[in-house]
């Protein structure tokens, strides 16, 4: 039971530095006013190439070194106009205020198309973490985006178990250092 007890700090240990890693990563690019270059995919809207879960890298791009085709275009990440969502479509067709865009699993381009240059956030670098790993899906389950309110339930619980564990570890180390004042005193 006690190594049981020893594994599960360490992964909870573990778990929150790289939570907190990733936190401090995100405040950076909130503060730069720049969207995390890790993105989650929402929907199967561009399914084959991309599935729901998936976790995607992105990278800045200039509007002009985007390519436009319905088959081979570049995969942009922009925010949908009027909105702050993010949407992450394939830039089919250049006209002059925009793109065309379109999600490969979608029969036709999105109604709110043009997409203003301004709105694009990045192309897709071609790096995915596929969503079978359970990492995309993780993220949108915690953020409450799939099967709400649970996401956040559960993310609750894992913090309180978190601070629960420390403060065991904390009275633990206590109690052992008084012990062993305690002797030497003797």
């Not at 890693?21 to 950076?28: Q, T, Y």
């Not at 309110?149 to 109690?175: A, E, M, Q």
Request: zero cysteines.
């Amino acid at each position: 039971m006690r190594k049981v007890s020893k594994i599960l700090d360490f992964f909870m240990f573990t778990l929150l530095i790289i939570l907190f890693g990733l936190l401090i990563f995100a405040m950076i690019y909130s503060i730069r006013g720049e969207v995390f270059p890790i993105l989650v995919v929402k929907s199967g809207s561009m399914e084959p190439v991309l599935s729901r879960g998936d976790v995607i890298i992105i990278q800045n791009v200039s509007p002009e070194n985007i390519n436009a085709d319905p088959v081979n275009g570049d995969i942009i990440v922009f925010y949908k106009p009027g909105t702050n969502v993010l949407i992450v479509h394939r830039a089919v067709q250049k006209v002059d205020e925009g793109f065309i865009t379109k999600g490969d699993a979608n029969t036709s381009s999105d109604y709110f198309s043009p997409v203003p240059p301004e709105y694009i956030i990045g192309r897709w670098t071609g790096i995915k973490i596929p969503y079978w790993t359970g990492l995309g899906y993780l993220s949108l389950f915690l953020r409450g985006e799939i099967y709400p309110p649970y996401g956040k339930i559960v993310l609750i619980v894992l913090i309180i178990l978190n601070v629960f564990l420390i403060v065991k570890d904390v009275v633990s180390r206590v109690k052992k250092n008084s012990q062993k004042e305690k002797i030497i005193e003797s």
